[in-house]
Protein backbone atom coordinates (compact mmCIF):
# COMPACT_ATOMS: atom_id res chain seq x y z
CA UNK A 1 0.00 0.00 0.00
CA UNK A 2 2.67 2.30 -1.08
CA UNK A 3 1.63 6.09 -0.60
CA UNK A 4 1.00 7.80 -3.85
CA UNK A 5 -1.29 10.78 -2.78
CA UNK A 6 0.08 12.83 -0.27
CA UNK A 7 -0.81 12.05 3.56
CA UNK A 8 -3.26 13.79 5.38
CA UNK A 9 -2.55 16.23 8.02
CA UNK A 10 -1.80 15.16 11.17
CA UNK A 11 -4.63 16.40 12.74
CA UNK A 12 -6.81 13.79 10.93
CA UNK A 13 -5.09 10.60 12.14
CA UNK A 14 -7.90 8.78 13.86
CA UNK A 15 -7.49 9.33 17.59
CA UNK A 16 -5.78 6.03 19.18
CA UNK A 17 -7.13 7.10 22.59
CA UNK A 18 -10.46 6.04 21.80
CA UNK A 19 -10.80 3.53 19.01
CA UNK A 20 -7.60 1.65 18.88
CA UNK A 21 -7.06 1.24 22.33
CA UNK A 22 -9.29 -0.08 25.73
CA UNK A 23 -9.08 0.32 29.20
CA UNK A 24 -6.95 -2.38 29.44
CA UNK A 25 -4.49 -1.33 27.23
CA UNK A 26 -3.65 -2.73 23.85
CA UNK A 27 -3.23 -6.83 23.96
CA UNK A 28 -6.07 -7.22 26.46
CA UNK A 29 -7.80 -7.34 23.41
CA UNK A 30 -6.02 -10.68 22.48
CA UNK A 31 -7.54 -12.16 25.63
CA UNK A 32 -10.75 -11.46 24.63
CA UNK A 33 -10.62 -11.69 20.32
CA UNK A 34 -7.33 -13.43 19.51
CA UNK A 35 -5.09 -12.08 16.48
CA UNK A 36 -7.48 -8.47 17.18
CA UNK A 37 -4.12 -6.59 18.16
CA UNK A 38 -2.95 -7.91 14.83
CA UNK A 39 -5.56 -6.78 12.90
CA UNK A 40 -5.45 -3.17 14.71
CA UNK A 41 -1.88 -2.35 13.49
CA UNK A 42 -2.41 -4.07 9.88
CA UNK A 43 -5.00 -1.73 9.82
CA UNK A 44 -2.94 1.50 10.51
CA UNK A 45 -0.03 -0.14 7.98
CA UNK A 46 2.32 -0.97 11.27
CA UNK A 47 4.43 -4.12 11.77
CA UNK A 48 4.05 -4.10 15.47
CA UNK A 49 3.08 -2.38 18.80
CA UNK A 50 6.39 0.01 18.77
CA UNK A 51 5.69 1.04 15.90
CA UNK A 52 2.13 2.51 17.25
CA UNK A 53 4.13 3.41 20.09
CA UNK A 54 6.13 5.41 18.02
CA UNK A 55 3.52 7.18 16.26
CA UNK A 56 1.70 8.24 19.28
CA UNK A 57 5.31 9.81 20.48
CA UNK A 58 5.19 11.70 17.20
CA UNK A 59 7.53 9.60 15.20
CA UNK A 60 6.54 8.00 12.22
CA UNK A 61 3.10 8.83 11.25
CA UNK A 62 -0.43 7.26 10.76
CA UNK A 63 -1.25 7.53 6.83
CA UNK A 64 -4.53 7.21 5.13
CA UNK A 65 -5.12 8.52 1.67
CA UNK A 66 -8.85 9.44 2.03
CA UNK A 67 -10.98 9.70 4.92
CA UNK A 68 -12.86 7.27 3.35
CA UNK A 69 -9.93 5.07 3.75
CA UNK A 70 -9.30 6.23 7.48
CA UNK A 71 -13.03 5.72 8.41
CA UNK A 72 -13.01 1.83 6.63
CA UNK A 73 -9.77 0.79 8.46
CA UNK A 74 -11.69 1.72 11.65
CA UNK A 75 -14.54 -0.30 11.02
CA UNK A 76 -12.00 -3.13 10.11
CA UNK A 77 -10.92 -3.06 13.74
CA UNK A 78 -14.25 -3.95 15.25
CA UNK A 79 -15.45 -6.85 13.12
CA UNK A 80 -15.28 -9.75 14.18
CA UNK A 81 -17.70 -12.25 15.45
CA UNK A 82 -19.58 -10.90 18.71
CA UNK A 83 -20.51 -14.34 19.63
CA UNK A 84 -17.69 -16.86 18.66
CA UNK A 85 -14.82 -14.14 18.64
CA UNK A 86 -13.78 -15.31 14.67
CA UNK A 87 -11.56 -12.51 13.05
CA UNK A 88 -12.51 -12.04 9.40
CA UNK A 89 -9.27 -14.39 7.60
CA UNK A 90 -10.32 -17.37 9.87
CA UNK A 91 -13.31 -17.64 8.09
CA UNK A 92 -13.50 -19.73 4.19
CA UNK A 93 -15.69 -16.21 3.07
CA UNK A 94 -14.79 -13.01 5.06
CA UNK A 95 -17.83 -11.33 3.48
CA UNK A 96 -20.19 -13.74 5.63
CA UNK A 97 -19.22 -11.50 8.39
CA UNK A 98 -22.89 -9.45 9.01
CA UNK A 99 -23.25 -7.03 10.74
CA UNK A 100 -26.75 -6.23 13.66
CA UNK A 101 -28.91 -4.26 11.45
CA UNK A 102 -29.87 -1.97 14.43
CA UNK A 103 -27.11 -0.82 16.12
CA UNK A 104 -24.24 -1.55 13.19
CA UNK A 105 -21.61 -1.76 15.68
CA UNK A 106 -21.35 -5.80 16.30
CA UNK A 107 -20.77 -8.95 13.74
CA UNK A 108 -21.57 -11.71 13.03
CA UNK A 109 -19.72 -15.12 11.33
CA UNK A 110 -23.47 -16.85 11.20
CA UNK A 111 -27.06 -16.38 11.46
CA UNK A 112 -26.97 -18.82 14.03
CA UNK A 113 -23.80 -17.26 16.24
CA UNK A 114 -26.33 -13.93 15.73
CA UNK A 115 -29.33 -16.43 16.94
CA UNK A 116 -27.08 -17.45 19.85
CA UNK A 117 -25.66 -13.85 20.94
CA UNK A 118 -28.98 -12.28 20.86
CA UNK A 119 -30.30 -12.79 24.68
CA UNK A 120 -27.36 -11.07 25.75
CA UNK A 121 -26.89 -8.54 22.74
CA UNK A 122 -30.67 -7.15 23.18
CA UNK A 123 -29.81 -5.80 26.27
CA UNK A 124 -27.06 -3.91 24.99
CA UNK A 125 -27.63 -3.23 21.22
CA UNK A 126 -29.42 0.01 21.97
CA UNK A 127 -26.46 1.67 23.67
CA UNK A 128 -23.99 -0.08 21.55
CA UNK A 129 -25.87 2.11 18.45
CA UNK A 130 -24.84 5.32 19.95
CA UNK A 131 -21.49 4.36 21.39
CA UNK A 132 -20.79 3.91 17.48
CA UNK A 133 -22.15 6.88 16.55
CA UNK A 134 -20.37 9.08 19.62
CA UNK A 135 -17.02 6.78 18.11
CA UNK A 136 -17.23 8.97 15.10
CA UNK A 137 -18.58 12.11 16.08
CA UNK A 138 -16.00 12.71 18.59
CA UNK A 139 -13.51 13.27 15.13
CA UNK A 140 -15.27 16.73 14.72
CA UNK A 141 -13.64 17.57 18.08
CA UNK A 142 -10.18 17.14 16.22
CA UNK A 143 -11.45 18.89 13.66
CA UNK A 144 -12.05 21.68 16.02
CA UNK A 145 -15.69 21.85 15.05
CA UNK A 146 -16.52 20.58 18.66
CA UNK A 147 -16.37 21.66 21.34
CA UNK A 148 -19.11 24.44 21.13
CA UNK A 149 -18.88 27.68 22.68
CA UNK A 150 -19.84 27.84 26.30
CA UNK A 151 -21.18 30.72 28.63
CA UNK A 152 -19.49 32.08 31.26
CA UNK A 153 -21.47 30.33 34.17
CA UNK A 154 -24.11 33.10 35.56
CA UNK A 155 -24.19 30.77 38.77
CA UNK A 156 -21.26 30.23 41.92
CA UNK A 157 -19.66 26.92 41.09
CA UNK A 158 -20.90 25.53 44.75
CA UNK A 159 -24.34 25.55 43.42
CA UNK A 160 -23.60 24.24 40.16
CA UNK A 161 -23.92 20.47 41.20
CA UNK A 162 -24.86 18.51 38.26
CA UNK A 163 -24.96 18.96 33.94
CA UNK A 164 -28.76 19.79 34.52
CA UNK A 165 -27.30 22.72 36.76
CA UNK A 166 -24.86 23.62 34.06
CA UNK A 167 -27.00 22.72 30.85
CA UNK A 168 -29.60 25.57 32.90
CA UNK A 169 -26.64 28.09 32.83
CA UNK A 170 -25.88 27.77 28.86
CA UNK A 171 -29.73 28.97 27.53
CA UNK A 172 -30.85 27.55 23.93
CA UNK A 173 -27.85 25.90 22.49
CA UNK A 174 -29.79 25.39 19.59
CA UNK A 175 -27.65 28.21 17.95
CA UNK A 176 -24.54 26.99 18.82
CA UNK A 177 -25.21 23.34 17.63
CA UNK A 178 -26.48 24.60 14.22
CA UNK A 179 -23.45 25.62 12.90
CA UNK A 180 -21.37 22.10 14.04
CA UNK A 181 -24.20 19.42 12.49
CA UNK A 182 -24.37 21.57 9.31
CA UNK A 183 -20.62 22.38 9.04
CA UNK A 184 -18.61 20.47 6.53
CA UNK A 185 -16.65 17.83 8.56
CA UNK A 186 -20.32 16.61 9.57
CA UNK A 187 -21.15 16.28 6.02
CA UNK A 188 -17.08 14.29 5.27
CA UNK A 189 -18.14 12.41 8.36
CA UNK A 190 -21.40 10.94 7.17
CA UNK A 191 -20.12 10.77 3.39
CA UNK A 192 -17.27 8.82 4.10
CA UNK A 193 -18.28 6.48 7.51
CA UNK A 194 -19.34 3.31 7.09
CA UNK A 195 -22.63 3.86 8.20
CA UNK A 196 -25.54 6.15 7.00
CA UNK A 197 -26.10 9.59 8.84
CA UNK A 198 -28.12 9.37 11.69
CA UNK A 199 -31.68 11.49 12.05
CA UNK A 200 -30.69 14.88 13.47
CA UNK A 201 -32.08 14.31 16.57
CA UNK A 202 -30.39 11.54 17.38
CA UNK A 203 -26.96 13.16 16.29
CA UNK A 204 -27.70 16.47 18.53
CA UNK A 205 -27.49 14.09 21.21
CA UNK A 206 -24.38 12.17 19.70
CA UNK A 207 -22.83 16.04 20.04
CA UNK A 208 -24.19 16.53 23.89
CA UNK A 209 -22.32 13.40 24.76
CA UNK A 210 -18.93 14.12 23.16
CA UNK A 211 -18.62 17.51 24.53
CA UNK A 212 -19.83 16.11 27.66
CA UNK A 213 -16.36 14.42 27.89
CA UNK A 214 -14.60 17.14 26.73
CA UNK A 215 -16.07 19.43 29.41
CA UNK A 216 -15.65 16.60 31.73
CA UNK A 217 -12.11 17.28 32.26
CA UNK A 218 -12.56 20.94 33.48
CA UNK A 219 -15.31 20.60 35.34
CA UNK A 220 -13.93 17.66 37.65
CA UNK A 221 -10.35 19.72 38.24
CA UNK A 222 -13.05 22.68 38.70
CA UNK A 223 -14.65 20.48 41.31
CA UNK A 224 -11.09 19.25 42.78
CA UNK A 225 -10.62 23.18 43.09
CA UNK A 226 -14.36 22.97 45.33
CA UNK A 227 -13.29 19.91 47.29
CA UNK A 228 -10.46 21.10 48.51
CA UNK A 229 -11.65 24.80 49.45
CA UNK A 230 -9.14 26.95 47.19
CA UNK A 231 -10.26 30.09 45.97
CA UNK A 232 -9.31 31.23 42.80
CA UNK A 233 -10.47 34.43 43.03
CA UNK A 234 -8.28 35.17 45.89
CA UNK A 235 -4.95 34.03 44.34
CA UNK A 236 -3.80 32.47 41.43
CA UNK A 237 -3.47 28.38 41.49
CA UNK A 238 -1.38 25.75 40.31
CA UNK A 239 -2.68 22.81 39.21
CA UNK A 240 -0.43 19.11 38.63
CA UNK A 241 -2.54 16.95 36.38
CA UNK A 242 -0.49 13.47 37.03
CA UNK A 243 0.02 10.61 34.51
CA UNK A 244 -1.73 12.83 31.64
CA UNK A 245 -0.90 10.63 28.27
CA UNK A 246 -2.37 10.60 24.86
CA UNK A 247 -5.62 10.62 26.32
CA UNK A 248 -5.57 14.28 27.49
CA UNK A 249 -2.11 15.26 25.33
CA UNK A 250 -3.11 14.02 21.87
CA UNK A 251 -4.17 17.04 19.67
CA UNK A 252 -4.65 18.75 22.58
CA UNK A 253 -5.05 22.91 22.25
CA UNK A 254 -3.70 25.63 24.81
CA UNK A 255 -7.49 26.81 25.28
CA UNK A 256 -8.58 23.05 26.16
CA UNK A 257 -9.41 23.78 29.80
CA UNK A 258 -10.98 27.22 29.50
CA UNK A 259 -14.36 26.05 31.26
CA UNK A 260 -12.60 26.78 34.40
CA UNK A 261 -12.34 30.54 33.28
CA UNK A 262 -15.90 30.12 32.65
CA UNK A 263 -16.16 28.27 36.27
CA UNK A 264 -14.65 30.76 37.97
CA UNK A 265 -15.00 34.38 36.52
CA UNK A 266 -12.45 37.21 38.04
CA UNK A 267 -10.25 34.40 38.84
CA UNK A 268 -6.07 34.75 39.36
CA UNK A 269 -4.95 32.86 37.24
CA UNK A 270 -4.97 28.92 36.72
CA UNK A 271 -1.63 26.93 35.91
CA UNK A 272 -2.34 23.65 34.58
CA UNK A 273 0.82 21.62 34.05
CA UNK A 274 0.02 18.07 32.28
CA UNK A 275 2.97 15.58 33.54
CA UNK A 276 3.38 12.01 32.13
CA UNK A 277 5.54 9.96 30.47
CA UNK A 278 3.11 9.29 27.83
CA UNK A 279 2.86 13.18 27.05
CA UNK A 280 2.29 14.06 23.23
CA UNK A 281 4.29 16.35 21.39
CA UNK A 282 1.90 19.82 20.47
CA UNK A 283 1.38 23.36 21.60
CA UNK A 284 0.69 22.85 24.65
CA UNK A 285 4.16 21.41 25.87
CA UNK A 286 6.02 24.10 26.36
CA UNK A 287 7.80 25.57 30.07
CA UNK A 288 5.65 25.61 33.00
CA UNK A 289 5.71 28.76 34.99
CA UNK A 290 7.96 29.45 37.85
CA UNK A 291 4.75 31.19 39.87
CA UNK A 292 1.66 33.12 39.00
CA UNK A 293 -0.36 32.25 35.69
CA UNK A 294 -1.96 35.13 33.79
CA UNK A 295 -5.03 36.87 35.23
CA UNK A 296 -8.46 35.48 34.50
CA UNK A 297 -6.79 32.97 32.14
CA UNK A 298 -6.08 29.07 32.04
CA UNK A 299 -2.29 28.37 31.15
CA UNK A 300 -1.44 24.69 30.34
CA UNK A 301 1.91 23.64 29.88
CA UNK A 302 3.14 19.92 29.81
CA UNK A 303 6.14 18.26 30.73
CA UNK A 304 6.77 14.26 29.79
CA UNK A 305 7.97 12.17 32.43
CA UNK A 306 7.21 10.53 35.42
CA UNK A 307 5.90 12.75 37.93
CA UNK A 308 8.47 12.33 40.61
CA UNK A 309 11.09 13.34 38.12
CA UNK A 310 9.48 16.19 37.29
CA UNK A 311 9.23 17.15 40.74
CA UNK A 312 12.98 16.55 41.63
CA UNK A 313 13.98 18.74 38.16
CA UNK A 314 11.73 21.48 38.08
CA UNK A 315 9.88 22.08 41.26
CA UNK A 316 12.51 21.06 43.53
CA UNK A 317 14.69 23.55 41.74
CA UNK A 318 11.94 26.80 42.01
CA UNK A 319 11.59 26.19 38.48
CA UNK A 320 7.78 25.14 38.37
CA UNK A 321 5.41 26.37 41.54
CA UNK A 322 4.47 24.10 43.56
CA UNK A 323 0.81 22.45 43.17
CA UNK A 324 -2.31 23.65 44.99
CA UNK A 325 -3.96 20.61 43.87
CA UNK A 326 -2.99 17.38 41.79
CA UNK A 327 -5.58 15.90 39.83
CA UNK A 328 -5.47 12.86 37.70
CA UNK A 329 -7.68 10.90 35.52
CA UNK A 330 -7.77 7.37 35.34
CA UNK A 331 -3.95 6.58 36.57
CA UNK A 332 -4.94 2.78 36.36
CA UNK A 333 -2.72 2.32 39.10
CA UNK A 334 -5.23 -0.76 40.60
CA UNK A 335 -4.84 -2.59 36.72
CA UNK A 336 -1.90 -4.00 37.57
CA UNK A 337 1.57 -4.77 39.76
CA UNK A 338 3.42 -3.02 36.98
CA UNK A 339 1.31 0.14 36.76
CA UNK A 340 1.32 0.45 40.35
CA UNK A 341 4.36 0.21 41.21
CA UNK A 342 5.56 3.13 38.42
CA UNK A 343 2.75 5.68 40.37
CA UNK A 344 4.13 4.05 44.07
CA UNK A 345 6.87 7.23 43.93
CA UNK A 346 4.24 9.34 42.65
CA UNK A 347 1.02 8.74 45.41
CA UNK A 348 3.90 8.82 48.28
CA UNK A 349 5.13 11.76 47.28
CA UNK A 350 1.67 13.26 47.14
CA UNK A 351 0.91 12.14 50.45
CA UNK A 352 4.30 13.19 52.30
CA UNK A 353 4.11 16.65 50.78
CA UNK A 354 0.40 16.94 51.65
CA UNK A 355 -0.72 17.84 48.82
CA UNK A 356 -4.90 17.71 47.70
CA UNK A 357 -5.24 15.07 45.55
CA UNK A 358 -8.03 14.21 43.03
CA UNK A 359 -7.86 10.65 40.78
CA UNK A 360 -11.20 9.67 38.57
CA UNK A 361 -11.97 6.02 37.74
CA UNK A 362 -14.38 4.41 34.95
CA UNK A 363 -16.27 2.39 37.27
CA UNK A 364 -17.21 1.26 40.82
CA UNK A 365 -15.03 -1.68 40.63
CA UNK A 366 -11.91 0.43 39.41
CA UNK A 367 -12.67 3.06 42.72
CA UNK A 368 -12.78 0.32 45.17
CA UNK A 369 -9.25 -0.99 43.86
CA UNK A 370 -7.68 2.31 44.15
CA UNK A 371 -9.32 3.30 47.44
CA UNK A 372 -7.79 -0.13 48.56
CA UNK A 373 -4.38 0.26 47.67
CA UNK A 374 -4.39 4.09 49.19
CA UNK A 375 -5.68 2.62 52.28
CA UNK A 376 -2.58 0.39 52.57
CA UNK A 377 -0.38 3.54 51.87
CA UNK A 378 -2.32 5.02 54.89
CA UNK A 379 -3.25 8.22 52.83
CA UNK A 380 -5.89 9.91 54.26
CA UNK A 381 -8.93 9.76 51.85
CA UNK A 382 -11.28 12.59 52.80
CA UNK A 383 -13.91 12.32 49.70
CA UNK A 384 -14.98 9.78 47.11
CA UNK A 385 -18.06 9.05 45.27
CA UNK A 386 -19.67 9.07 41.37
CA UNK A 387 -18.36 12.65 40.07
CA UNK A 388 -21.64 14.67 38.98
CA UNK A 389 -19.52 15.67 35.90
CA UNK A 390 -19.20 12.25 34.70
CA UNK A 391 -18.69 12.46 30.51
CA UNK A 392 -21.93 11.18 29.11
CA UNK A 393 -20.39 9.22 25.89
CA UNK A 394 -20.37 5.79 26.75
CA UNK A 395 -17.64 3.59 25.51
CA UNK A 396 -17.37 -0.15 24.88
CA UNK A 397 -15.10 -2.67 25.64
CA UNK A 398 -13.74 -2.93 21.74
CA UNK A 399 -12.98 -6.74 21.91
CA UNK A 400 -16.49 -7.47 24.43
CA UNK A 401 -19.21 -5.57 23.03
CA UNK A 402 -21.65 -7.04 24.86
CA UNK A 403 -21.26 -5.62 28.58
CA UNK A 404 -22.47 -2.64 30.51
CA UNK A 405 -20.35 0.55 29.24
CA UNK A 406 -17.67 2.73 30.76
CA UNK A 407 -17.85 6.64 31.26
CA UNK A 408 -14.73 8.87 31.58
CA UNK A 409 -14.68 10.25 35.11
CA UNK A 410 -17.55 8.26 35.74
CA UNK A 411 -15.94 7.94 39.66
CA UNK A 412 -13.68 9.98 41.53
CA UNK A 413 -11.48 10.10 45.03
CA UNK A 414 -9.70 12.56 47.08
CA UNK A 415 -7.17 12.03 49.46
CA UNK A 416 -4.82 14.34 51.33
CA UNK A 417 -1.64 13.63 53.49
CA UNK A 418 -1.11 10.42 56.07
CA UNK A 419 -3.87 9.13 57.96
CA UNK A 420 -3.75 10.85 61.24
CA UNK A 421 -3.12 7.77 63.83
CA UNK A 422 -2.40 9.61 66.94
CA UNK A 423 -6.13 9.51 68.50
CA UNK A 424 -5.84 5.43 68.14
CA UNK A 425 -2.90 5.32 70.00
CA UNK A 426 -4.48 6.72 72.94
ZN1 LIG B 1 -19.39 -16.70 15.25
ZN1 LIG C 1 -27.13 -4.65 17.69
Redesign the pocket.
Known amino acids: MAGTVPALPESFAPSPNSVFSDQFGFYSLDSNVPGLSKVILENLHMKDYSEYRAALEGKGKVEFHSHKEMFQKMEETFKF?A????LPNSLSDPHTLKRCIKCLNVY???K??QMKDWRVHRKFCKNLRMVAIDRLVEWTVHTGDLPFPTAVWSRPAKDVRSWGDWLSMQGDLTARLEPVLSGKSMTDLWTNACRPRPEEAELRESVWRVCSEFLSRPLTIGLGVRMCRLDPCSRPLTVHLVGAGHNETLGARTTDLDELSHMFPGHQGVEVVMVGPEVVQGPIVRPPLRAFGPRGKVYISAYKGLYHEFWEELVERGEAARPDLVVGFHPGFHASQGLGEGWLPTLLLLRDYNIPSVFTMYSDMELQYSLQILQELEADIQATGPNPFSSQKPEQVQSCPNKDPCYCNAFYLYFRGLLDSTEDAH
Open positions: CCCSKYCSDC
